[in-house]
C-alpha cells in the first residue's frame, strides 16, 4: 500500500484509521442524501422523507472523526511524555487543505452569479466567519457554516491542546484521562447550551421578520392586552368583570376571594411573561 499523501498523512510516530476513511464515505453520502431529498421535494411528499431527512446525522459523524483524528496525536503525546506534534505544521496542513480550495469555488460561484458573496459581508465568507450571524449563517455556499464550525475548531485545538499540557502533565495516566473526560462533558454541555440558546434566538427574529411584515399583528401578540386581561381572570376560575366584589366567589373550582386581589392578580400578571420567555432558555 503506498503512502498517504502529506496533507492526510497522521503525524509522524503515529499511527494512521485507514477503516475510518469508510465511515468518512458513509458520512459523506448521508450529507448528499439529505441535501439532494430537500433540494427535490423528496423528504416533503415522500415517505422515506422522514429518514433522508436525518441524514444530517453526517455532519455530526463528520465533527466527531475530526475529533478524535486530530486531537489523538496530542494526548498520545502527553500521555507517552513525548514532544507534541508541531502546532506549525498542523495549521499549515489544515489551512492547505481546505482555504485554496473554498476561496476558488466561492469565487468561481459568485462570478457566474450562482452565490452572493461578493458584496459587504465578503469578510464573513471568506473568513470563515459566516456561522456567527443570523444574517449570513446560510449565505454563500449553504452547508459551509458546517465548514466554518471545522475552522473554529482547528485553531482551538493546539490551545487547547497546550492547556492540557499544563493543567494535566505529570499527573498519572489514569487520572489525566479521567480528569480530560470529565472536563470534554462539561464543555459539550456547555456547547449544548449555546447551541440551544443560538437556535431560539434564529427562531425568534424568524418570528419577528414575519410579524414585522404583517399589516397588523394578532391580539395574542400583544403583551399588554395579555397583561390587562390576566388582571381581570382569577386563579383557576372563568374572568370576572371590572369592578367587581372582591369578596365573591371565583367559580366552582377557583378559589374564594377576600381581600386578597393584589397578591393574586400579581400573580397572574407575571404568567404572560413567563409563558413568552418559556421555552427560550435551557
Not at 436525518?54 to 465533527?63: E, K, P, Q, W, Y
Not at 372582591?246 to 400579581?266: E, F, I, K, M, N
Not at 413567563?274 to 421555552?279: D, I, K, S
Amino acid at each position: 500500500m503506498s503512502d498517504p499523501a502529506p496533507n492526510v498523512a497522521p503525524p509522524p510516530g503515529h499511527p494512521r484509521f485507514p477503516l475510518l476513511d469508510g465511515v468518512r464515505a458513509l458520512a459523506a453520502l448521508s450529507i448528499v442524501l439529505l441535501h439532494v431529498g430537500d433540494a427535490t421535494g423528496f423528504a416533503r411528499t415522500s415517505r422515506l422523507g422522514a429518514f433522508t431527512a436525518r441524514m444530517d446525522a453526517g455532519v455530526a459523524l463528520f465533527f466527531v472523526l475530526s475529533g478524535f483524528l486530530l486531537y489523538r496525536p496530542f494526548v498520545a503525546s502527553r500521555l507517552e511524555a513525548r514532544p507534541a506534534p508541531s502546532a506549525g505544521r498542523y495549521l499549515r496542513r489544515r489551512l492547505l487543505r481546505i482555504v485554496p480550495a473554498f476561496w476558488v469555488a466561492m469565487l468561481v460561484m459568485g462570478a457566474l452569479g450562482w452565490i452572493s458573496v461578493l458584496n459587504g459581508d465578503w469578510w464573513r465568507y471568506f473568513g470563515f466567519l459566516q456561522n456567527l450571524s443570523v444574517e449570513t449563517v446560510l449565505g454563500g455556499i449553504r452547508p459551509a457554516w458546517s465548514l466554518c464550525v471545522e475552522m473554529s475548531f482547528y485553531l482551538v485545538l493546539p490551545l487547547w491542546a497546550l492547556g492540557a499540557a499544563r493543567a494535566l502533565g505529570g499527573r498519572p495516566r489514569a487520572r489525566q484521562i479521567r480528569l480530560e473526560a470529565e472536563t470534554q462533558t462539561a464543555r459539550i454541555a456547555e456547547l449544548n447550551t449555546a447551541l440551544e440558546i443560538a437556535r431560539q434566538e434564529m427562531k425568534e427574529r424568524g418570528r419577528m421578520r414575519l410579524r414585522n411584515a404583517m399589516p397588523t399583528a394578532p391580539r395574542s401578540w400583544n403583551c399588554e392586552a395579555s397583561r390587562r386581561r390576566s388582571l381581570h381572570r382569577p386563579l383557576g376560575g372563568s374572568p370576572r368583570r371590572v369592578g367587581s366584589p372582591t369578596g365573591t366567589r371565583a367559580g366552582a373550582s377557583g378559589p374564594r376571594r377576600s381581600g386578597h386581589r393584589v397578591r393574586l392578580d400579581s400573580r397572574r400578571a407575571r404568567a404572560p411573561l413567563a409563558r413568552a420567555f418559556e421555552g427560550t432558555t435551557t
